[in-house]
């Protein structure tokens, strides 16, 4: 019977905390944008961003200014 008093309040403690932080996570925008990662992985890129590509691209953009 005695553990009861240790256990109650190190679980209101945690419970406490897991609040907090969902808490925390609501404010700072974590749950905002839900669809968007998921619709994100179906778009194919057209033009792959491979090292050899990447340097060409860098240097049009010089090539440009």
């Known amino acids: 019977m005695n553990i009861l008093y240790l256990l109650i309040p190190i679980g209101l403690i945690i419970l406490g905390a ?8 609501v404010r700072s925008g974590q749950y905002e944008d ?17 090292p050899d590509n990447a340097a060409r691209i860098e240097r049009e953009k010089k090539q440009q200014d």
Do not use: K, N, Q
């Not at 839900?34 to 491979?50: F, K, N, S, V, Y």
């Open 18 to 25: 897991a609040i907090a932080l969902f808490v925390w996570a």
């Open 34 to 50: 839900l669809e968007g990662p998921a619709h994100r992985i179906l778009m194919d890129d057209d033009d792959p961003m491979i």
